[in-house]
């Protein structure tokens, strides 16, 4: 395993995150267990996380993986062996049962999640702790253009980040991030942390993967510059990219098949360009999961690639896409279907 500086910081982080979004809704506590216990094995030291997992969101599952996690603290013992990564809700996005229904990133609001996020998690500290998305209305969650609205009101960034820095000072987190974050706010945030002596943003956890590569256009150069790398989520496209979705196949326990709520990967270009994708992966004889995801990975504004699995041997599968390097020809393969169809599932 590789690791990687997280930002500006003395962490480093192993190349690959283990991800938990499933865990309380397709994966028990004991499931939990075991692929906390095998990546550790695998050499992966970083693990993420939020306050509104798992996913589809919802009241009566609300928080459940953060007190997975706790639960395995506890019983191991071995807080100290990670870096642990959490997220505070936004407004919107079906959530109206997480404080006083109207989420914000206030001083309030962040003061009451970092407390509880804490209690679940059965630690002292959060070593990452992150904006899930973003307050203001902007373009995140697939949206391409942005939509002005100038009667719109939201939490300052000021507060947001004077509101953190009382956290930090206190030693609940030790460093912030964003998440679902646009360029605007990336500098925003990183101007005000200089100017203010603020704590600075040291890393932007936003979706990345062969069918979504616009990070690459207005937020790699801010993630090299600023050394404000990338999380980069579904790198798999919610599993699209691994090909058990060809032809219309709809495996039982396959995400896209259980949840209506992930449809963005669901259209005709996006299913085109996906199965050429896997094409290519299989006349090179690769898997076409670990392509997909050695491909994030080797890019060099990532920090760290967020893998997440249902199974096992899905896990075990994932993380050794670590070890696998793209030959010139595969990669050449790759921009080349990216070139006809960049982008087809923001």
């Keep these: 395993m590789d690791y990687r500086p997280l930002g500006r910081t003395d962490l480093n982080v192993s190349a690959l995150c283990l991800g938990t979004m499933t865990w309380g809704e397709q994966n028990s506590e004991a499931e939990a267990f075991a692929q906390i216990e095998r990546a550790k094995a695998a050499g992966i030291n970083f693990i993420d996380t939020a306050e509104m997992y798992p996913v589809p969101p919802k009241a009566e599952t609300y928080a459940t993986t953060e007190r997975y996690i706790g639960n395995y603290f506890k019983s191991r013992g071995d807080r100290a062996d990670w870096i642990l990564a959490s997220k505070i809700a936004g ?13 914000k990133h206030n001083r309030r609001h962040i003061v009451e999640a970092v407390d509880a996020s804490l209690k679940r998690l059965q630690t002292d500290w959060i070593d990452l702790y992150q904006l899930h998305w973003p307050e203001r209305s902007t373009n995140f969650f697939g949206q391409l253009g942005y939509q002005h609205n100038a009667d719109e009101t939201f939490t300052p960034l000021e507060e947001t980040l004077e509101a953190l820095d009382e956290q930090v000072r206190a030693g609940k ?66 599993g699209f990219l691994s090909g058990k979705y060809e032809n219309g196949a709809r495996p039982a326990k396959g995400r896209l098949t259980l949840y209506s709520r992930f449809m963005r990967y669901f259209n005709p270009q996006s299913e085109a360009a996906c199965s050429r994708y896997v094409a290519l992966a299989r006349e090179h004889g690769l898997d076409p999961a670990q392509m997909a995801l050695a491909f994030v990975t080797r890019q060099p504004f990532v920090t760290s690639n967020i893998i997440g699995a249902t199974t096992l041997e899905q896990l075990d599968s994932n993380i050794a896409s670590f070890d696998l390097k793209l030959s010139d020809e595969v990669l050449a393969g790759i921009e080349a279907i990216h070139k006809d169809q960049p982008n087809p599932a923001p």
């Design 91 to 103: 407004p919107g996005n079906t959530i109206d049962y997480i404080r006083d229904k109207n989420l």
């Design 173 to 238: 987190i030790r460093h912030i991030g964003l998440s679902n974050e646009t360029p605007w706010g990336t500098m925003k945030f990183l101007a005000l942390a200089e100017a203010r002596g603020w704590p600075r943003a040291v890393s932007i956890q936003n979706p990345y993967n062969l069918l979504n590569r616009s990070f690459e256009i207005g937020l790699s150069e801010i993630a090299i510059r600023e050394q404000c790398g990338l999380l980069a989520y579904s790198p798999l496209a919610f």
